[in-house]
């Protein structure tokens, strides 16, 4: 991904528009305490959301089958 600046001076060069807007917007937007979570938290909390879909559809399934006796049991 190519940094912000990179399309400010895209933008410069084009007629003022909404690229230039989005631009503004983008540098706005990735500051420090942004990059930092990019690249610590939102991984992690990623695998935990996957991690609890994969929970949640394996519990799914469970509740979905048919009921089975417990084997040698009476």
Known sequence: MRRPEFYLVQCAQNDPTEKCHI???L???FTE???LFLLCVH?????E???NLKFQAREAEAAA???TPLRGGR
């Open 23 to 25: 631009a503004r917007r």
């Open 27 to 29: 540098k706005e937007c």
């Open 33 to 35: 305490a942004n990059y």
């Open 43 to 47: 991984p992690v909390a990623a695998e």
């Open 49 to 51: 959301n996957r991690v």
């Open 65 to 67: 089958a048919p009921w």
